[in-house]
């Protein structure tokens, strides 16, 4: 299956797309991005992904993109590519100038976008589930805007890493628990969910918000409220979700098991329903 890119509406092989070097993105880390997956041949939820661009661009004052050429692009991609299990990365910076820091007057926005087969994680992990660690979220405060700025991110997951586990997980400074660094993260205690409320500090993920609509659908309680470690050390199940991971179960963080140290019932039956629905049905 072909792997490729587009870069402002023109469609080449990944491997031969370029960028300029003076793109704002690449200078300032001035850029959205968005990862969207299909399955079954479908891409899974993309009128939720757009929202969520259109509401990056907003919030960074770009000047605004339609809508719908941003859909054609990705669709168009899609369909060259033909891969029925794909992952798109869409990303989409300011524009390219001469370097300074003030916005450019006359900068056309850059669109760019890669399409490769995304095989989803190994299904060991999801089986056996993942350990992690917690670190200090030393991000900046508008982790709601879905932009390039990743540094934080790619710092802590190396981190995990080297420390023979799958991810970090970002504590506030004051002890409260915010998200993983590509996934948001719910407990589970006596059959409740928790997970962090939408605010300045953790992305809005749509994934997170699939697992809400599953549970208001089949009955699961859950509640948005903050939490610290020591709740989240004392949880019946952990689990992260996200448009790469689906739902993956969290057996073990800092060294600690969680519940039994196996991935837990709740987990596994929100996975079971996010794939499903993905594959048959439209996005809730
Ligand atoms: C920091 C962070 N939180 C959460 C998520 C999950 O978001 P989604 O479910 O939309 O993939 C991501 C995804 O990239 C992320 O980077």
Redesign the pocket.
Known sequence: MPELALVNGKIVPLDQARVPIEDRGYQFGDAIYD?IDSYAGKLFCLDLHLD?MERSMKALSFPPIPREKIRGYIVELFEKAGIAKAGIYVQISRGVAPRNHGFPRDAQPQIIMTIRSSSGLPLELTEHGVKMITVPDLRWGR?DI?TVQLLP?VLAKQQALNAGAFDAIFIAEDGVVR??????LFIAKNGVLFTHPLTQN??P????RMVLAMCEESGIEIVESFFDVGRMLDADEVFV????TDILGVVEIDGKPIGEGTVGPICRRLNRSLVERAENSPCP
């Open positions: 990862v969520r982790c879905k991110n998200e993983a660094t590509s996934s948001n953790i992305l993920g749509i994934s997170r979700t996200g448009t790469i």
